[in-house]
C-alpha cells in the first residue's frame, strides 16, 4: 500500500479552529526551487532522492505554531507515506 505518487500539502492551525493550506508539492524536482531543496535535505542528513523521483519535499519557514503534513496521490489516493520534518539552518 505504498504510495508512490505522493502530493504533500501543508496546513497551518488557525486559533479559530480552521486550517489554512501553506503549501503544496508534488514531485520535488518540479519545484523552481529544486536545487535549494536538495542542498537542503543533504545538510539536514536526510536520505538522497534520485533524479526523476516523484517524492514529495519542501522547505518551509514557518513561525511557532500547530501544524499538518497531508500526503495523498495526486488524485487524492491513499496510501502509506513516510513524512520527516527537519531543521536546517
Not at 480552521?18 to 508539492?25: H, M, S
Not at 539536514?44 to 519557514?61: K, N, V
Request: glycine share 12%.
Amino acid at each position: 500500500g505504498v504510495l508512490a505518487d505522493p502530493r504533500l500539502q501543508v496546513y497551518r492551525h488557525l486559533p479559530d479552529g480552521g486550517t489554512e493550506l501553506l503549501a503544496t508539492n508534488d514531485d520535488w524536482m518540479t519545484d523552481a526551487r529544486a536545487s535549494v531543496t536538495l542542498g537542503a535535505a543533504a545538510r539536514a542528513g536526510a536520505f538522497p532522492w534520485t533524479a526523476g523521483s516523484r517524492d514529495a519535499a519542501m522547505i518551509l519557514q514557518l513561525p511557532a505554531g500547530s501544524y499538518s503534513a497531508v500526503a495523498t496521490g495526486p488524485a487524492g489516493e491513499e496510501g502509506v507515506v513516510l513524512v520527516e520534518v527537519y531543521s536546517v539552518r
